[in-house]
Structures are given as C-alpha cells and as structure tokens.
C-alpha cells in the first residue's frame, strides 16, 4: 500500500523552529516528487513546497521561502521540512504529499496524501 | 500566482441530484487541473486529474471537464458519502494553486 506518514508536528512559541517528517512507504521513493502542504483551522489548502525526486530542485511558496528548508534522504525513505521564524499564521494541519507525472509530460499533481501532522505557533 | 476562483463556495442538495462545480483559472493552463474531495477532518483525496481523467477506484459518477481556463467537476446522482468539500488545484505552474474549495451539503 502506497503511504506518507507525517510527524513532528506540535506546540512551538513564535519565532521558534520545528522539522517536519515524512515516512514513505509501498512506492520507489528515489521516483517521486514530493511536497508539503498546509489547512489552516477552518480555511482551504495551500501548497508550502515541492522537491524533486532527485533532491537537485526545490521550490517554494512566498509565505514561508526564506524561513523553510524541504529536503529529502532517498536511502531512508524519508522527507522534511525544516521552518524557522514561525509565526502565527503558520499554524495549520501539514501534509506530505506524493506528486504522480502527468500524461502532459513536466507537470506533476498530487496524488496520494498523508493524514497531516498539526502545527500550533503560539506563546 | 494563478487565481484559481471556484463557485459556488457552498451548496446544497440532496441525495439524487446532479452537482456541478466550476472552478476557473486566472490564465490559461491547458489540462493542468485535478479536483480533490475532503471530508472534515481527514486529509484530500484526488478524484480527478489531467481536468478530465478518474482517478482509479473513484466511482463513475463523478466526472471532470473543461480546458484552458475554465473547468468543472460534476457529480451525476449525489451519493451520502459524497457531502464533502471540494477542491480544484491547478499544477501548470509554481506556486501550485488551489481554489477556495466548496462545501456541498444536505438539503
């Protein structure tokens, strides 16, 4: 059975850190693009980043470039996602999520998720 | 970023009846569409991508179309499991984009 297991999530203060992980299990993970998303309470989703499968490309949402790090260790099966300088709007619900190629060539949709893991920044 | 606007944002119906959902894109993103169904408290589930294409084991009666900028999810004979939100993304270009989602509920 393909699966993404999220954990790490927590209670941290604002300005504090917090590394994200994510557990891939049933598929080839060295194949796959991955990403993190985000629910905050009560709102829609929001795309946080995207890594190839090789690790070599990243690519990342204005709301948290330059205080987040995605990476990936493909001999463990095992995605991350390091943010720095939290805020309070950073609280959410993170998901780990598999990205499956298109029949369109280049472009990557997310197929399967994992059950998220909760984020709360606050004093 | 590509403006995703999806309408209505919340609807209800009952079980039986034919649901559309149209999400339209700020630009043109060819077939670069998927819709994801999620129920409270658990994570999205991808129903459809490629605009048009089911994904496996999602039941028939769900359906995708639409190309370019404007796109739609219908549901032919709403089922009880089937009262969820849903949400259209778009995966032409970074940042990924998602619609604000719409609720459908029990008339």
């Known amino acids: 059975e393909v699966q993404v297991v999220e954990s790490g999530g927590g209670l941290v203060q604002p300005g504090g850190s917090l590394r994200l992980s994510c557990a891939a299990s049933?598929?080839?993970?060295?194949?796959?693009?991955l990403s993190w998303l985000r629910q905050a309470p009560g709102t829609g989703l929001e795309w946080v980043s995207t890594?190839?499968?090789?690790?070599?490309?990243?690519h990342y949402a204005d709301s948290v470039k330059g205080r987040s790090i995605i990476s990936r260790d493909n001999s463990k099966n095992t995605l991350f996602l390091q943010m720095n300088g939290l805020r309070a709007e950073d609280t959410a619900v993170f998901y780990c999520?598999?990205?499956?190629?298109?029949?369109?060539?280049?472009?990557?949709?997310?197929?399967?998720w994992g059950n998220g893991t909760a984020v709360t920044v606050s004093s | 970023a590509i403006q995703l606007t999806q309408f209505p944002s919340s609807l209800s119906a009952s079980v039986g009846d034919r649901v559309t959902i149209t999400c339209r894109a700020g630009?043109?993103?060819?077939?670069?569409l998927a819709w994801y169904q999620q129920k409270p408290g658990k994570a999205p589930t991808l129903l459809i991508y490629?605009?048009?294409t089911l994904e496996t084991g999602v039941p028939s009666r769900f359906s995708g179309s639409g190309s370019g900028t404007d796109f739609s999810l219908t549901i032919s004979s709403l089922q009880p499991e089937d009262f969820a939100t849903y949400y259209c993304q778009q995966f032409n270009t970074y940042p990924l984009t998602f619609g604000g989602g719409t609720k459908v509920e029990i008339k």
């Open positions: 490629d605009a048009s």
């Open positions: 999520a598999r990205m499956y190629t298109s029949t369109f060539g280049y472009y990557y949709y997310i197929d399967v």
């Open positions: 890594i190839s499968a090789s690790g070599a490309s990243t």
């Open positions: 049933g598929f080839t993970f060295s194949s796959y693009a």
């Open positions: 630009q043109d993103i060819s077939r670069t």
